[in-house]
C-alpha cells in the first residue's frame, strides 16, 4: 500500500537558517504530493502542493519539488523565523476516487532566537 | 477559515461509554473524513464518506462507526469506548481534486 517517510524529528534550528525536512513515498500510480503544517492546538492546514512529477510547490517562503526518480518531497525555507515553529506533515493522496490522504509520522520544528 | 466545526472540542470519558463526535461544514464539499493522530503514526484515516448515506472504511475502523444523513454532518461513533481510543480526532472536507481542509480536532481521553 502507500507510505509516507519524513525525518525523524524534533528539528531544532536557529532563527535565519537553513531548512530541509525530508520526506520520500511509496506509491501505485502517480499521486498528488502534499506538506501540510500544524501550529499548537490548531488543525493541519495545507503548507503547499504538487500534483505531477518534476511541480514545485510554494508556499510562504517553503518550497517543494516532486521528484519522481527519487520518490521524494523534501521542504526547503532559506531563512526559517520563529514563527515557523510548528510540525510538518509530509502526505499524498491517490488518485483512485477518494483522495484518501497517507501520512507521515511528522516532523516537530522548533526555531530559536 | 475552511468552514469546518467539530464538537466537542474536548471531551473525557469512561471506559465502555458510547461517544459521538460531530463534524458540520458549511462548504457543501462532497468528501468528508475522520482521522486520528496520534504520536508516533501522524495522521490515519478512520472513516470517510463521498456523499449522503456513502461512507466507507479507513485503515483504523474497527471500534468506530459513522454516519452522514445530510451532506454538511458527518459523525463518528465509538460504540464502547476503549482506551486505545484516547486521541486526537480531525475532521477533514474536500478530496475531488481539492485538497483537504482540517477542523481544529477534537481532543478524546477515555479513563
Known amino acids: 500500500g502507500d507510505s509516507v517517510t519524513q525525518m525523524e524529528g524534533p528539528v531544532t534550528l536557529s532563527e535565519e537558517a537553513f531548512l530541509t525536512i525530508n520526506c520520500t513515498y511509496t506509491?501505485?500510480?502517480?499521486?498528488?504530493l502534499f506538506w501540510y503544517v500544524q501550529y499548537p492546538g490548531e488543525g493541519l492546514q495545507l503548507l503547499l502542493k504538487?500534483?505531477?512529477?518534476?511541480d514545485k510547490g510554494s508556499n510562504k517562503g517553503f518550497e517543494a519539488t516532486y521528484r519522481k526518480e527519487t520518490t521524494s518531497f523534501h521542504l526547503e525555507k532559506g531563512s526559517v523565523q520563529v514563527s515557523d515553529s510548528a510540525v510538518y506533515f509530509c502526505?499524498?493522496?491517490?488518485?483512485?476516487?477518494?483522495?484518501?490522504?497517507?501520512f507521515g509520522t511528522g516532523t516537530r520544528l522548533t526555531i530559536i532566537p | 477559515d475552511a468552514g469546518i466545526t467539530q464538537s466537542p472540542r474536548h471531551k473525557v470519558t469512561e471506559t465502555g461509554t458510547p461517544v459521538t463526535l460531530r463534524c458540520h461544514q458549511t462548504?457543501?464539499?462532497?468528501?468528508m473524513y475522520w482521522y486520528r493522530q496520534d504520536p508516533g503514526h501522524g495522521l490515519r484515516l478512520i472513516h470517510y464518506?463521498?456523499?449522503?448515506?456513502?461512507?466507507d472504511k479507513g485503515e483504523v475502523s474497527d471500534g468506530y462507526s459513522v454516519s452522514r444523513s445530510k451532506t454538511e454532518d458527518f459523525l463518528l461513533t465509538l460504540e464502547s469506548a476503549t482506551s486505545s481510543q484516547t486521541s486526537v480526532y480531525f475532521c477533514?472536507?474536500?478530496?475531488?481534486?481539492?485538497?483537504?481542509?482540517f477542523g481544529d480536532g477534537t481532543r478524546l481521553s477515555i479513563l
Open positions: 462548504e457543501n464539499h462532497r468528501y
Open positions: 464518506s463521498y456523499g449522503v448515506k456513502d461512507t
Open positions: 506509491a501505485t500510480g502517480y499521486p498528488s
Open positions: 477533514a472536507t474536500g478530496g475531488g481534486n481539492q485538497p483537504q481542509h
Open positions: 502526505a499524498l493522496s491517490d488518485h483512485f476516487g477518494n483522495e484518501k490522504l497517507t
Open positions: 504538487a500534483t505531477k512529477a518534476d
